[in-house]
């Protein structure tokens, strides 16, 4: 099943693997936050090079960095943070928030 779902539809194949690198990543924040790590996501690097560097099969695409270590010093306060009620929508995008 999973063979025809994904076979010969290259971007279906290439979003998954954003979508699970994305999520693994997510993850990956959160369990180091919890054991007091902090983390830095990176987009800002030539796949290519990495790709050679860590010598990857074609198969595997580097969907992001991400630094872990320790924080020296407390993080700088946020300056603006979205109310939950304009991020998260009910049913539609224009349709009421969800309450914070
Ligand atoms: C998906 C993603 C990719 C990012 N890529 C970079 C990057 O390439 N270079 C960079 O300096 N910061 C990047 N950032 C931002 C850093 O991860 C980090 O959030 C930023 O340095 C500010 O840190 P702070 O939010 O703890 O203040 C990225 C953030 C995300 C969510």
Same mark, same amino acid.
Request: net charge positive.
């Given at each position: 099943? $999973? *063979?025809? %779902? #994904?076979?010969? +539809? &290259?971007?279906?194949?290439? &979003? /998954?693997?954003? !979508?699970?690198?994305?999520?693994?990543?997510?993850?990956? =924040?959160?369990?180091?936050?919890?054991?007091?790590?902090?983390?830095?996501? =990176? $987009?800002? %690097? &030539?796949?290519?090079?990495?790709? @050679?560097?860590?010598?990857?099969?074609?198969? #595997? $695409?580097?969907?992001?960095? =991400?630094?872990?270590? %320790?924080? @020296?010093?407390?993080?700088?306060? !946020? &300056? #603006? !943070?979205?109310?939950? /009620? /304009?991020?998260? *929508?009910?049913?539609?995008?224009?349709?009421?928030?969800? +309450?914070?």
């Amino acid at each position: 099943m $999973i *063979k025809n %779902f #994904y076979d010969g +539809k &290259d971007q279906l194949q290439r &979003d /998954e693997a954003i !979508r699970s690198a994305s999520l693994a990543s997510m993850t990956l =924040m959160l369990a180091a936050h919890n054991r007091g790590w902090a983390t830095v996501p =990176m $987009i800002g %690097f &030539d796949p290519n090079a990495v790709s @050679k560097l860590l010598n990857l099969q074609p198969n #595997y $695409i580097p969907v992001m960095l =991400m630094a872990v270590g %320790f924080r @020296k010093e407390a993080p700088r306060p !946020r &300056d #603006y !943070r979205r109310p939950i /009620e /304009e991020v998260v *929508k009910i049913n539609t995008l224009d349709g009421s928030g969800l +309450k914070g």
